[in-house]
């Protein structure tokens, strides 16, 4: 059965910085691309970050560019999403997700497995 599991979300500080974790369970991790995407109360589900190891490619949105860095360890089947100099505008539900087709792994619709979500709030 695959499983994805968000940890790592709470609350920050303007500024400050987080780590979220995902751990994988039941596929090759390196056979899919993971993705990492946020929702804001209100607000539709967004591509955040995407990674894919078979390919060599990342993506990142404009928002947070040169702020979050993706990440991939194969042997823990444990993707990581770093989040730096965090703004109020990053405060949502984070949701890790995998897919095989990688050239869509920044939208949602282009994953076929989600996890259940980890909280970030950023406070001023």
């Known amino acids: 059965e695959v499983q994805l599991e968000e940890s790592g979300g709470g609350l920050v500080q303007a500024g400050g910085s987080l780590t979220l974790s995902c751990t994988t369970h039941g596929f090759a991790v390196d056979d899919y691309a993971i993705g990492w995407f946020r929702q804001a109360p209100g607000k539709e589900r967004e591509g955040v970050s995407c990674i894919s190891t078979s390919w060599g490619s990342t993506y990142y949105a404009d928002s947070v560019k040169a702020r979050f860095f993706i990440s991939v360890d194969s042997a823990k089947k444990t993707a990581y999403l770093q989040m730096n100099s965090l703004k109020l505008e990053d405060t949502g539900v984070y949701y890790c997700?995998?897919?095989?087709?990688?050239?869509?792994?920044?939208?949602?619709?282009?994953?076929?497995?989600w996890g259940k979500g980890t909280l970030v709030t950023v406070s001023s």
């Open positions: 997700a995998a897919g095989t087709k990688t050239t869509m792994c920044h939208t949602p619709s282009g994953m076929d497995y």
